[in-house]
Structure formats: structure tokens, C-alpha cells
């Protein structure tokens, strides 16, 4: 079954139908909100809004464990997760989407397995490469067939936000190799690797970072704007990735 996790900015799917909602009860507390089933081009897919309905929930204090356990609990395999970007690379411009290959976790105080506790050994995960490469090919099709160019190959900066970053962190993350910042999709990514959930993302870049180019300082009116028209673009993706995947 498909799942679709978002972000800011997109609190349901557009063309969703015969839509209900269900609580799962997990080991790990509440979900974000109740889960959106529903159907897209006569496809099932599974919706949760990682903050919460009404964006209440800061990105350091979203259950991601609870949030991924119960998607696989109800028979989600497959995961699209969507964010919104920053850009560090004046050649990755506001309003183009990105499906990133790689993550740098900046993130912490976030729990980030499944494994801990006495009753749980420890468990080494493989996070080389934390985007399941299938999943991200399916995107990728999918972003073509919609005619929505994406940057195919992007490394992702995860910070613990809810602040935006400083000119000198953003300076130094992009020294250390990444392209776009944003502050969801750690520890996501790795938890869905631990339960074997192939999970790929897309995201929207909404604004150069503060200090890339002309970008003094962070101007979140231009912010999100771009980023309820970049949105369209995605739920266009969406139609395609779920007609792919099916």
C-alpha cells in the first residue's frame, strides 16, 4: 500500500476520495493525527500530516517512530515523503523540487530507532544510503511523466529548527557537502530503513538560504508563497508516482 507523509503547507491531498480516517494505537504514543485513507485514480493511499492538523507540531517534536509504525501497521510498504527546502546552491533556484539522494543529520534530541531499551538488542542500520533507490527511480518517472523538472541528485541537510538557520551554519553545512536544508526527514528516513519501508522523498525549495547570494536574511513572505505554488507541483507528481507504483 502507498503512503504519503507531508510537510508544511499541504494538509490534504486535493484529489483524494472516499476518504475515512483511522486512529492507530501504537507502543510509541499518538500519531501526528489520525491516518487519511483514500483513493487516488482509484489507487488506496494512506495520508498523515507530519505536523499535525493545523501545523501545531514542531518538527523536533513530531513522533516519528509512532508515525512510521502505524503507517506499516495498517499495510503501508511504500512511502512518498514530502517537504519544503531551503536552498545552499545558487544553481537550485526557489520553486524547483528535489529529490534528494543523500542526508546529513544536524538534528539532536530526536529518537531515532526502534532498537533501544533492556528487552532490545542493539541493531546497526545501513543508512548509506538513506532513500530506498527504487523508490527514488519511481519518483523520478514519475516527476517525467508529470513534466516537473526535479534536481535528481541533492544532498538534504536535516536541522532541529523550528528556527531557521543562521548565515554561518548554513555556510558551514554547504562546506560540508549539502545542498538543501530543511528539518523533517531525519530521523524519518532512518526509521523507515529499520522497518524496511522503501521511502524515497520530494521536496520543495522555497528560498535561498540566509547568505546564499543576495539572500541577507530569511524572507519567509516570499517563503510561502513559493511555496503554495510549488505545491502544485508535487500533488502533479503525486498523480503520476501513485499511477507508477500501483
Not at 544553481?91 to 533492556?118: H, K, M, N, W
Not at 538513506?130 to 534536481?151: C, H, S, T
Request: hydrophobic share 45%; with cysteine; net charge negative.
Amino acid at each position: 500500500m502507498l503512503g504519503v507523509i507531508a510537510g508544511s503547507g499541504l494538509q490534504r491531498l486535493a484529489h483524494l476520495e472516499n476518504i475515512r480516517r483511522e486512529i492507530v494505537r501504537t507502543p510509541f504514543g499518538e500519531t501526528s493525527c489520525a491516518l487519511t485513507i483514500g483513493e487516488l485514480s482509484g489507487v488506496e493511499v494512506v495520508f498523515l500530516n507530519r505536523h499535525g492538523y493545523g501545523h501545531t507540531l514542531a518538527p523536533h517534536q513530531i513522533n516519528y517512530r509512532a508515525n512510521l509504525w502505524a503507517l506499516q501497521k495498517i499495510g503501508v510498504d511504500n512511502i512518498c515523503a514530502i517537504g519544503s527546502t531551503g536552498s545552499m546552491m545558487a544553481d537550485i533556484q526557489p520553486g524547483q523540487l528535489v529529490v534528494p539522494d543523500a542526508v546529513i543529520d544536524y538534528t539532536s534530541g530526536r529518537v531515532g530507532t526502534y532498537f533501544e531499551g533492556p528487552d532490545h538488542p542493539i541493531v546497526y542500520t545501513d543508512l548509506s544510503e538513506p532513500f530506498d533507490r527504487v523508490a527514488r527511480d519511481v519518483l523520478l518517472n514519475a516527476a517525467n511523466k508529470a513534466g516537473e523538472p526535479v534536481v535528481s541528485t541533492a544532498t538534504y541537510a536535516c536541522t532541529n529548527g523550528p528556527r531557521l538557520e543562521t548565515r554561518a551554519e548554513v555556510k558551514r553545512m554547504a562546506m560540508d557537502g549539502a545542498h538543501v536544508v530543511g528539518m523533517t526527514l531525519m530521523p524519518e528516513a532512518a526509521l523507515a530503513k529499520e522497518l524496511d519501508l522503501a521511502y524515497a522523498a520530494i521536496v520543495v525549495c522555497t528560498n535561498y538560504a540566509a547568505g546564499v547570494g543576495e539572500n541577507i536574511a530569511h524572507d519567509l513572505n516570499q517563503w510561502r508563497a513559493l511555496r503554495e505554488q510549488s505545491l502544485s507541483k508535487v500533488e502533479k507528481v503525486l498523480l503520476q508516482w501513485v499511477a507508477c507504483s500501483a
